[in-house]
């Protein structure tokens, strides 16, 4: 059945060539050779089924399987055997570390009245939902790389925990100093939290979903609907990664078992990525009574969630005790890696990856993308079987340790820096998948490799082109400003990477180029993520149900993984590139004017009484203090270094369209260093392991990025006199590349 698919979509495509309306070559293969490759990547998009993603979820999520459990390693094992199986070169590789869980867990409101409120801190199971139920195997709830702690404070409520409402409650005179604050999930990544809480004074840090974010207000509530319950809880890692991702004992190297590893090992007590403060995570149920002891006045409008009280910013006469204890153990990681060797050009990787260990049973996050990820690498194996020989080497992954703080694939890039330096081309990453819309984020200068494949993908449900659908929303998303151009650019607009997955170390450590990607927007959905419920019975009743978009993901990703394996010159573009990063830089530029501005109008209201007139006297307002005006910077070496960049793009592609078909594969090893130039050894200020200087996860952001991060967090930061270093070493970065491609236009030039 499978074959007589394949020659039915052959005939297809060779009568669509007959009619003559034979679509342009791919880029970077010769006419002859884009017609082969064409063939080959229909072949393997018919392969995948959807029965099989949702077999390979249904086992892999059936009992809890984070780091260190007996069921963690069991999947490995069978992950290894399947790709066995499927005729691939595959092993595990082990590495090793710091994961804490927690030995105790308290939580209780003192009221001044002598009663006491005890937390439950608990998620219960739901019958109808069997495994929920695992009790034995369940992490509790907590986030992982809290510090231990045990603190007895009043409460104030800090709304999402990020740096702009601490300047809230600043101006309404509270202070959080030797308090416990409780901030609602959501908007910053979780671990900026506890980490701008303890800048502030804070003693600990209550983290909350609030059912306004993604509880009832949102849709109904598990088991009857997708949301979260009043019990639900949010795991995760309040790890600093925003210094470095990985074992926190380990920066820089890939930490194996043994005294090797362990005599580099940096003692606990000097790690400087966990938290300053404990820090705990907990369901509405039990964050209900503590906002209720809150005092003070009522908050602002945007800082109120969905329970049925009336938030007040603290601080609380009751007290909170929050104590934490933790186990600081180092555990096992399991990787399994499968190599499928290249034929003409080996020392070219392509590289795909997606975790495999959950918080608990983890089937949305992240065996929804691992279950398709593993059917791609079977569709592989069958299509070796019929003859198929990539050009370059590939590297099927999944990745242990993801969950606390993206751990197997930061060690294993980490342990194999040298060779991946020499030999990536490219990492493409996924996790959680689901229905509804393609979304990809990355590299720009595979913004055009990208579109050129999800124009032959399939919608599962509208029938139309993958690409065709996700620009049609994009521009229906854009604002008006925008939206001519996000219809008339040829090339759809790909968000640059910050951080949240496994593409981390690839692309900030080693500048790989790197993506980001998978399907989902259309159902309500995150109410179970990081909690008990996330399981199949979850992902069966309200994800994609069919499995569908599980089959589209493990075609998009597998189509570009061929495509980039089997091109005689590799597809990348340069002109999206560079003009991406002219944008870049009229945003930083941009960011010191507003900044000037915005310092200015705030000092002259100082000045002519306008914060005395509009505060209430009958409540308590600090009026900000007057500050200098930021200074003027030199951007002209990054104004050059962006005019030459777009010079050489040009130059670039200009000689690809007149060679770049015609085999000059001697370009290659200088595109494969097209990400690595980007790399400054010194790093970023405060974190020299994120080197690149284009994209980094913020410093205060978390996931969300900075591009240009050196220098627009340094201004955002009010660091004047660090700008001008640094505009230098970011404007040298984006000359190095454009220096870079002059060398592979001549490159291409002198072919034959
Ligand atoms: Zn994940």
């Keep these: 059945m499978r074959k007589l698919i394949a020659c039915v979509t052959l005939i297809c495509s060779s009568a669509y060539a007959v009619d003559g309306a034979a679509p342009a070559p791919l880029r970077g293969y010769t006419p002859e050779h884009s017609t082969a490759e064409v063939a080959w990547e229909k072949k393997f998009q018919a392969i995948p089924e959807a029965d099989h993603i949702r077999e390979n979820m249904r086992r892999l999520s059936a009992r809890p399987h984070h780091v260190g459990s007996p069921y963690d390693k069991d999947n490995a094992e069978w992950m290894l055997a399947q790709l066995k199986s499927f005729g691939l070169d595959a092993q595990i590789e082990q590495f090793e570390a710091l994961f804490p869980t927690p030995k105790s867990r308290k939580l209780e409101l003192l009221r001044p009245d002598g009663t006491k409120f005890i937390a439950k801190i608990e998620e219960p199971a739901i019958k109808i939902d069997p495994t929920s139920n695992q009790k034995d195997e369940q992490l509790p709830t907590y986030n992982a790389y809290s510090r231990d702690g045990d603190e007895t404070a009043p409460l104030v409520y800090v709304n999402y925990g990020a740096p702009a409402d601490y300047d809230v409650l600043d101006s309404m005179g509270i202070s959080v100093k030797g308090a416990i604050v409780i901030a609602r999930y959501g908007q910053t990544w979780r671990g900026i939290k506890p980490k701008v809480a303890g800048q502030h004074g804070a003693v600990g840090c209550l983290i909350y979903s609030d059912p306004k974010d993604d509880g009832y207000a949102v849709g109904g509530t598990y088991p009857d609907g997708p949301m979260r319950p009043a019990d639900g809880v949010q795991r995760g890692s309040v790890m600093d990664m925003p210094i470095y991702p990985g074992d926190p004992q380990s920066p820089g190297f890939g930490a194996k078992a043994g005294p090797e590893s362990a005599a580099k090992l940096i003692p606990l007590d000097k790690v400087e990525t966990i938290t300053k403060i404990p820090v705990m995570p907990i369901s509405y149920a039990d964050a209900t009574p503590l906002l209720e002891s809150l005092g003070g006045e009522t908050v602002p409008e945007a800082w109120r969630g969905g329970l049925p009280i009336t938030y007040r910013t603290g601080p609380s006469v009751a007290k909170v005790h929050l104590a934490l204890a933790f186990n600081w153990d180092r555990k096992p990681l399991y990787d399994v890696v499968a190599r499928i060797p290249g034929s003409t050009m080996a020392d070219q990787w392509v590289i795909r990856g997606n975790h495999h260990d959950g918080w608990v049973n983890g089937a949305g996050d992240p065996l929804s993308g691992a279950s398709a990820e593993l059917e791609e690498a079977h569709a592989l194996g069958d299509l070796l079987k019929q003859g198929w020989k990539p050009q370059r080497t590939i590297l099927y992954c999944f990745w242990d340790g993801e969950e606390p703080a993206l751990l197997g694939s930061t060690e294993w890039v980490e ?286 952001t978390g996931y969300g990025v900075k591009t240009l991060p050196a220098i627009r967090e340094t201004i955002e930061q009010k660091e004047w006199t660090a700008v001008d270093p640094l505009i230098a070493r970011t404007a040298a970065a984006i000359e190095r590349e454009a220096a870079l491609l002059k060398a592979a236009a001549r490159t291409l030039n002198a072919a034959p």
Excluded at 540 to 567: E, K, P, V
Excluded at 659 to 677: D, F, M, Y
């Design 415 to 700: 342990f194999h820096a040298a060779e991946l330096s020499q030999h990536a081309v490219a990492y493409f990453n996924s996790d959680g998948n689901g229905r509804g819309y393609f979304r990809a984020e990355g590299s720009h200068s595979l913004e055009n490799f990208i579109d050129s494949v999800t124009k032959d993908i399939v919608d599962p449900e509208t029938k139309m082109p993958v690409w065709k659908r996700e620009r049609l929303v994009s521009v229906s998303r854009a604002t008006p400003d925008l939206r001519a151009e996000a219809r008339s650019r040829p090339d759809t607009r790909m968000p640059a990477l910050g951080s949240g997955s496994d593409y981390t170390a690839f692309i900030h450590h080693l500048g790989i180029a790197s993506v980001n990607l998978g399907y989902g927007g259309e159902d309500q959905a995150n109410g179970q993520y990081h909690s008990i419920y996330d399981d199949f019975y979850h992902y069966t009743h309200y994800s994609d149900t069919d499995f569908s978009y599980g089959r589209a993901l493990a075609q998009t990703a597998g189509t570009m993984m061929m495509r980039l394996a089997d091109a005689d010159v590799l597809p990348f573009q340069f002109a999206d590139l560079a003009d991406t990063i002219r944008g870049y830089a009229g945003e930083v530029k941009r960011l010191a004017d507003t900044m000037r501005a915005q310092t200015k109008e705030r000092n002259t209201q100082i000045a002519d009484g306008t914060y005395a007139a509009l505060a209430d006297p009958r409540k308590k307002r600090v009026i900000p203090a007057v500050e200098p005006l930021p200074p003027y910077f030199n951007f002209a070496p990054l104004d050059q270094a962006t005019d030459d960049l777009t010079a050489a793009a040009s130059d670039y592609d200009k000689a690809f369209a007149a060679h770049g078909a015609s085999g000059a594969t001697a370009v290659n090893p200088q595109l494969i260093q097209s990400e690595r130039v980007f790399l400054d050894p010194a790093g970023l200020p405060y974190r020299p392991w994120f080197q690149n200087m284009m994209y980094a996860p913020g410093f205060y």
